[in-house]
């Protein structure tokens, strides 16, 4: 029985790193369903239930009856009664092609917008409120301690990994072990290759730091619990080998001592949902603070744009109907999906900010729903993550390997980082093939058409022929934007919430299956571009 079903703060996301991943157990599992199931981002616990349109159609019809005690006590014996067996085929016979699944799951789709804001809007504004005030509080109260009144410099990391201790036992309990023990490997595998081997700290960082992680998924960890923590170990790992790499290329003289590197790791405003920020950066926090009365509502307009994708994920994609067509559910999904993505990006920004750390924008929703290209939406889904990923990986790789397999080892890193995960795996390295042949032909195509038509858009004094204006360009960039939509909602159905398999990651089965559900469409167009490429 296929009965709807919704995951609170969106399926998914961080990167694609879905919300419920970062709250705690017990504390947090909201969910949307006419199941019993766990909730978005990723946890297990008790959880906000609302229920299918069916149970609450007949809530509201009880609601009309009033109860009297009724003696349903009878004579066993009397032969004045016929009793009927409930299931007599005589008294009623479902009609041969009709199941009442079939029935249930039509009317469970069958949401009002007054129910859909009673049972889904105001818990999922209320409990989203309740469950992460503690990461907005104990970032104000880390900048009003250290940043108002001077402290010294190792009471301000002190503060800082404190109040970001206190913010992941909040949201992650025992589980804020497994994070600890990845401080510990990675900063054991920093100290032991600076003063031992003295050269390629950023590369044995980042093995030790893997080897770690896939330890963990294979052998140690609880598949749900390790799944739950698996974006603020990312986040961890890329601050980890940042250092190691800043001291390899003497942009810092020597590693952090234990108490900045705890601060810079643990602080408040950016344990959980990132955004990853450069060791240089986050030792701002030890300048004295700016009273700039701007950053108010900057952050309140990060929130509320945070709550508005949180209840378009959660809510009003919902309403589009399960009886659309496979690409009309495709699209539902991708879209939910991203919107939880949004909602986590914009949440971090307002953490970051409150904890005084200068970070500027981590995505930009505008370029991914109306994007000029693949490649636009890779840069604007997660732009420090993107910085990192170029700088860190890409850049030293490109040096050995080349554009392309520099490329496609990026991407496959990008795959390793978030988890050994088919779903993922399949989805990242199939937007490193899709990037590479988007870019190329474009390439190609800006060069004999002599247009502005390339995956990015052109410098103002650019040479060619046919500018951004033009009806050429427009329309071939428009063209490669409905393409890019196309592409996203093929690869985001990877993320629905309708299988009790998101809890611990998808398996290859199930993330083969939905793209045969739509006939690998996205693959065979971005095949035909490949061989539009070559013949060009």
Request: proline share 4%; aromatic share 14%; with cysteine.
């Amino acid at each position: 029985m296929a009965l709807k079903s919704w995951a609170l703060g969106g399926r998914g996301a961080w990167g694609y790193l879905l919300i419920n991943k970062y709250f705690h157990p017990g504390k947090c599992h909201w969910n949307v369903r006419g199941e019993s199931q766990y909730g978005v981002p990723t946890i297990n616990a008790p959880t906000l239930e609302i229920y299918t349109h069916t149970y609450l159609k007949e809530t509201l019809k009880m609601a009309d009856f009033s109860y009297v005690d009724y003696d349903y006590e009878y004579d066993q014996e009397s032969d004045d009664v016929d009793y009927l067996e409930y299931y007599d085929e005589d008294v009623y016979e479902l009609p041969v092609g009709e199941s009442w699944e079939e029935e249930e799951e039509e009317e469970a789709s069958q949401f009002t917008v007054s129910e859909l804001y009673e049972y889904c809007v105001v818990p999922t504004v209320s409990d989203s409120t309740r469950h992460l005030y503690n990461l907005l509080l104990w970032s104000l109260i880390f900048t009003l301690t250290t940043r108002i009144v001077r402290p010294p410099a190792w009471l301000v990391h002190l503060a800082s990994t404190a109040c970001g201790c206190v913010v992941a036992w909040d949201l992650f309990g025992l589980r804020t072990g497994y994070m600890a023990c990845l401080i510990g490997v990675g900063a054991l595998a920093l100290v032991v290759s600076h003063f031992a081997i003295q050269s390629r700290r950023g590369p044995w960082t980042c093995v030790a730091c893997v080897a770690f992680l896939i330890f963990c998924e294979l052998w140690w960890a609880d598949p749900i619990d390790w799944h739950s923590i698996r974006g603020p170990q990312m986040v961890i790992l890329m601050k980890l080998v940042s250092l190691g790499y800043d001291v390899d290329t003497a942009s810092l003289p020597n590693p952090p001592n234990p108490l900045e590197m705890a601060g810079y790791i643990m602080n408040p405003g950016s344990v959980i949902f990132g955004p990853w920020i450069s060791f240089s950066s986050y030792l701002k926090v030890l300048q004295p603070v700016s009273l700039n009365l701007w950053l108010i509502p900057v952050i309140l307009l990060r929130l509320a744009a945070g709550v508005i994708f949180l209840l378009l994920s959660t809510c009003f994609t919902s309403l589009v109907p399960d009886s659309s067509n496979r690409w009309g559910i495709a699209y539902r999904e991708a879209l939910s999906f991203r919107s939880s993505h949004y909602f986590v990006s914009y949440l971090s920004e307002a953490s970051a900010l409150l904890a005084g750390l200068n970070v500027g924008r981590v995505a930009r929703p505008e370029f991914i729903e109306i994007p000029r290209s693949l490649v636009e939406v890779v840069i604007n889904w997660n732009i420090p993550m993107h910085h990192w990923l170029k700088t860190y990986v890409f850049k030293t790789a490109r040096s050995h390997l080349g554009n392309f397999w520099a490329l496609l080892f990026t991407y496959s890193m990008s795959a390793l980082f978030h988890g050994l995960n088919f779903q993922l795996a399949a989805v990242l390295l199939s937007l490193g093939f899709y990037t590479y042949i988007e870019h190329s032909l474009r390439v190609k195509l800006a060069n004999a058409f002599d247009a502005c038509i390339l995956a990015r858009p052109c410098a103002n004094n650019c040479a060619h022929k046919h500018k951004a204006w033009s009806l050429f360009s427009l329309s071939t960039n428009v063209a490669f934007g409905v393409l890019t939509v196309f592409h996203l909602a093929y690869l985001g159905i990877m993320f629905d919430s309708s299988s009790h398999q998101q809890e611990s990651g998808y398996s290859m089965s199930h993330t083969l299956s939905k793209w045969s559900g739509l006939s690998y469409a996205s693959h065979w167009v971005i095949f035909v571009c490949y061989v539009m490429y070559s013949v060009i």
